[in-house]
Nanobody, 127 residues
């Protein structure tokens, strides 16, 4: 079992920034690729970003087109934590953001591919 706890959400004005954190406990964090997804009211859960586990000391990141160039995913294996730095936020970024862990080398854009999920953190961007 892997337990995931997100934090860092909140209310921010358009153009502002937030940094989400996801702390993992349980199984060995380094064995998992990690992802961020979001879900807005009345919409399906959508992929935001993913990061691989270490592949010969290289981490591979993937981003949804809607956030590319604005969001950055990173991980600190010493702290068992994955981050999502969100810059230039837009009202359409408003959603509950979920962290997920996948027992694989690479992340995935498909949420059924993930094995564990956090409870989510609310991000609200006002115009």
């Amino acid at each position: 079992q892997v337990q995931l706890v997100e934090s860092g959400g909140g209310l921010v004005q358009a153009g502002g920034s937030l940094k989400l954190s996801c702390a993992a406990s349980g199984r060995t964090f380094t064995n998992y690729a990690m992802g961020w997804f979001r879900q807005a009211p009345g919409k399906e859960r959508e992929f935001v970003a993913a990061i691989s586990r270490s592949i010969t000391n290289i981490y591979y990141a993937d981003y949804a087109d809607s956030v590319k160039g604005r969001f950055t995913i990173s991980r600190d294996n010493a702290k068992n934590t994955v981050y999502l730095q969100m810059n230039n936020l837009k009202p359409e970024d408003t959603a509950i953001y979920y962290c997920a862990a996948r027992a694989a080398s690479y992340g995935s854009r498909h949420h059924p591919d993930y094995d564990y999920w956090g409870q989510g953190t609310q991000v609200t961007v006002s115009s």
